[in-house]
């Protein structure tokens, strides 16, 4: 379920229908990379996921640089802190089993 339009507009502060096609970019673009970033698919409905989301979107909007002189970070503050507890760990290594 991708974020909606309305929910990228009321983050933004948006009152009218200007870059509408943009602002499905950045919301596509951000719900790929949580997707990748998690391994698991975006749901709008999960609460991280859509907050990081936003935050993302929101960050494209208002920075279309990758990095700005006011900040040298290419994501927005606290994404991968919301992400954190969706990310399967993984640690230490486990050899493949061996055929027989």
């Known amino acids: 379920m991708p974020l909606s339009p309305a929910l ?5 502060n948006l009152d009218d229908d200007r870059d509408a096609d943009l602002l499905i970019h950045y919301a ?3 719900e790929a990379w949580v997707q990748a970033y998690t391994g698991l698919p975006f749901d709008a409905a999960n609460a991280l996921m859509a907050q990081a989301a936003l935050l993302m979107v929101a960050h494209q909007y208002e920075a279309r ?3 700005t002189f006011a900040s040298a970070y290419q994501l927005p503050f606290g994404v991968h802190d919301l992400l954190s ?5 993984v640690t230490g ?4 089993p061996e055929a027989a």
Do not use: D, G, I, W
């Open 28 to 30: 596509n673009v951000a």
């Open 65 to 67: 640089e990758a990095v």
């Open 8 to 12: 990228v507009r009321a983050h933004l």
């Open 93 to 96: 290594y486990q050899p493949e």
């Open 85 to 89: 507890p969706l990310k399967t760990r």
